[in-house]
């Protein structure tokens, strides 16, 4: 919750909407898969397709704070004096992303 | 939302309502994050985490589902004789997962 | 190095010679990044690129072999009666793929 | 090939030699499975193994390459005046890891 130093780094109010608006979105998709799985009938793989474009949606919202967090924070950081805490903690992000 | 043949091939019941619990988990999760992205100050790398922490719930349902179908339906093809169907609709979900 | 059980389950002919053929290219594509890592000039990007481009072509011998699997062994597994072993080493090997 | 600007942005040399070091034992990983594959009576399985280890080895070589860039490029992009196309060209690469 803490930005790494002294500074405010915030997510730039475009990026936080957009991903804000597709989260949105990505609730509504959870909601259409819990009502398939009150389905008794519903086939795994039909099951297994929804939670793959799930992911895919929230891989899209990533990687749009990701650029904007590259762009703002991560290329600045050399400037602020911080590389070092800004490097580790995006690595410890994109390990098995 | 086709069975693959004319089999009637089901999510088993415990598995189903398992993803259904953990469907209802992650759906608050989203909210969670939803919640942060109304917050200006919120920092990149805090919504990155959320997001990765979705993922890694979504697939671990998606674990549970996988290896049910793979139990229940995919090592049952054969007897059944629809093999290449199974085998090429699964194979479509495992790619990029 | 051994079957799950009595029955010898082995990779069938030729999909274990084209995966021998895409290992020699995916070697001499190793061997290519070597190359490069000899020039004190090399630019990160240009490796992270080779790398990702020797793991995709990994990825497409695992599919093949998985597909194989699948279509050979995991789909004849009831028939067989070893369904769960079968499918308890394929999930351990699709966790995290 | 090319660094995006006219400034040299090379990997440090620390790194370009772990990199060499971790390269020649995937390739001679590789060797191994290629050694597996002559074996008619190989299991899928032990094959996707180690396609498996491979696929993490050269991760790990990667993680390396890519800690290194965002330490001496990326976090200095602002000062030299490049953000925006280091961030492109890291994005491009992060997508599907």
Known sequence: MTAPCCQ???LDEKT?????QRLVSIRGHVEGVLRMLDDEKI???DVLRQLKAI???VN???EK?????LHDHVATAAQRGDS?????E???ILKYR
Not at 65 to 69: D, E, I, M
Not at 84 to 88: G, L
């Open 43 to 45: 086939y795994c793989v």
């Open 55 to 57: 992911n895919g949606a």
């Open 84 to 88: 070092s805490i800004i490097v580790d």
């Open 65 to 69: 704070v990701l650029r904007s967090h």
């Open 90 to 92: 995006l690595m410890e």
């Open 16 to 20: 936080r909407q957009d991903a804000h």
């Open 8 to 10: 405010q780094l915030n």
């Open 60 to 62: 899209k919202v990533g």
